[in-house]
């Protein structure tokens, strides 16, 4: 499908998604990715991407497991009974993560405590979401609005980048290449995510940007100095 179709598409599909929520009714339904995220997503284990994401191998999870690319630990996501049905918000986790299942990089902790049905870590997520056009996610979390939350800045390190469970890194993706940091799809952008969810990714986001005043120290300094070896000049 083109993205113009998906986007067309999209009111029925998020309609849908609710309505499947609402009947399934208790909380359960929500906890998983198989409880809705595939309406919009497919099978984790396919290529199907709303954005048009080119996934190695057409598959996600292979993106996300496999040793030759994020060579995320099983146990980050995975728990020993979920019957390989992962949660979203919880794990095994392993001595060196706690287990927050996809909120471990999809969610920041700094965001918690702002929702009133979950603990808040996908914020970003969600505001991602309703930016895009879904506004499903509004009708249960009051987070997926930026009217009612600003969740933290692109820069803020998700618990689970740069630690020796998973090859993911630095959430301002700052070199723009393949097989490294947040870009682990095979498009030729090199774009990672959108953690804060303004729909602005990676390092043109402005907490990502170096600091406007850091600039100026920089500039105030090369002036000094540029007068210093003029003086010495003469
Ligand atoms: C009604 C359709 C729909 C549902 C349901 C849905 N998504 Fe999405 N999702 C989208 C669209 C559309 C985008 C991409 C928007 C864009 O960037 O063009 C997206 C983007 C994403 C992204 C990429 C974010 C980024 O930073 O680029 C992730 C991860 C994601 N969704 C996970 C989930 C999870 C987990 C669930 C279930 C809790 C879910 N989605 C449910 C439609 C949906
Ligand atoms: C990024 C999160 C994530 C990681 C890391 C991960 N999985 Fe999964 N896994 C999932 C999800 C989500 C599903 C559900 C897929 C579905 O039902 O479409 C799944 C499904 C599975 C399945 C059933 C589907 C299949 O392909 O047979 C197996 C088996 C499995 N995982 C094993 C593993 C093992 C072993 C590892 C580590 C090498 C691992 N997973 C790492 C998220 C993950
Ligand atoms: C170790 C970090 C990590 C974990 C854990 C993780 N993800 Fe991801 N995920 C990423 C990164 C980074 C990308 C972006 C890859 C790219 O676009 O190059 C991504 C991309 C995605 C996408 C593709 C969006 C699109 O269409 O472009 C989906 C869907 C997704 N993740 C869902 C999940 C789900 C569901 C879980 C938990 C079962 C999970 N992720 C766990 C890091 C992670
Ligand atoms: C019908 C209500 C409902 C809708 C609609 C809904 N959710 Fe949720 N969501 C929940 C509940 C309840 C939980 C907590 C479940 C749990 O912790 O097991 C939750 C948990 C989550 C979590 C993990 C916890 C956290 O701290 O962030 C994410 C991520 C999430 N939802 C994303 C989404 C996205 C994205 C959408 C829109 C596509 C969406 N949800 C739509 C009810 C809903």
Redesign the pocket.
């Known amino acids: 499908m083109t993205r113009m179709t998906i986007r067309q598409l999209l009111p029925l599909l998020a309609f849908t998604f609710a309505f499947v929520c609402l009947a399934m009714g208790s909380a359960q339904a929500f906890s998983?990715?198989?409880d809705g995220c595939?309406t919009c997503h497919g099978?984790?284990?396919?290529g199907t991407s709303p954005q048009e994401t080119l996934f190695p191998n057409d598959n996600k999870?292979t993106m996300?497991?496999?040793n030759q690319y994020?060579a995320?630990?099983?146990n980050?996501?995975?728990t020993a009974d979920d019957e390989?049905?992962?949660f979203i918000g919880s794990s095994d986790g392993t001595i060196d993560n706690p287990g927050l299942?996809?909120m471990g990089?999809h969610g920041r902790s700094a965001d918690a405590g702002h929702d009133s049905i979950s603990s808040g870590l996908g914020a970003g997520l969600r505001q991602h979401h309703n930016n895009s056009g879904v506004t499903a996610c509004l009708g249960c979390h009051i987070d997926a609005s930026p009217a009612n939350y600003t969740p933290v800045g692109e820069d803020v390190f998700p618990t689970y980048y740069g630690t020796v469970d998973t090859a993911v890194d630095f959430p301002c993706n700052h070199v723009p290449t393949a097989d490294q940091n947040e870009n682990w799809s095979d498009d030729t952008d090199y774009i990672g995510l959108d953690n804060d969810g303004n729909l602005i990714y990676d390092a043109v986001d402005v907490t990502c940007v170096p600091e406007p005043s850091g600039t100026l120290l920089t500039l105030v300094g090369v002036t000094f100095l540029g007068a210093i070896g003029r003086r010495r000049a003469r």
């Open positions: 998983r990715y198989n595939p099978a984790f284990t396919d999870h996300h497991r496999s994020m995320t630990n099983c980050l996501c995975h390989n049905n992962p299942g996809c990089c």
